[in-house]
């Protein structure tokens, strides 16, 4: 399965952006779509999550309320819609795939990785 991100950008403080992450190749049914980012000098860390089939949802506590991610079955995508976004949630994104469909958190709990989108929040 092959992951790529895309749609970051430079927005402000309170502004929104959608991150869209296209998925190809042959990718399992029960898998888990994954959103992690890191900052300079950070660990990568867990964001947002997805069933591939659809329905479950799971989110990091630090973008419940402000982040939405969505599977888009048309386009083959999984998208991340930020909102209210601020100077900390500035950071490379990336999406990821977990064949088991586990729903973990962690980064060693997702095999297969796209490169990663920029998102820089100004004040």
């Known amino acids: 399965v092959q992951l790529q991100a895309s749609g970051g950008g430079l927005v402000q403080a309170g502004g929104s952006l959608r991150l869209s992450c296209a998925v190809s190749?042959?990718?399992?049914?029960?898998?888990?779509i994954g959103w992690f980012r890191q900052a300079p000098g950070k660990e990568r860390e867990f964001v947002a999550g997805?069933?591939?089939?659809?329905?479950?949802?799971y989110y990091a506590d630090f973008v419940k309320g402000r982040f939405t991610t969505s599977r888009d079955n048309a386009k083959n995508t999984v998208d991340l819609q930020m909102s209210s976004l601020k100077r900390g949630d500035s950071a490379i994104y990336y999406c990821?795939?977990?064949?088991?469909?586990?729903?973990?958190?962690?980064?060693?709990?997702?095999?297969?990785w796209g490169q990663g989108t920029q998102v820089t929040v100004s004040s």
């Open positions: 990821a795939s977990d064949p088991s469909g586990y729903g973990g958190t962690r980064v060693y709990d997702y095999e297969y």
């Open positions: 190749g042959h990718i399992v049914t029960n898998s888990d």
């Open positions: 997805i069933a591939w089939s659809g329905g479950r949802t």
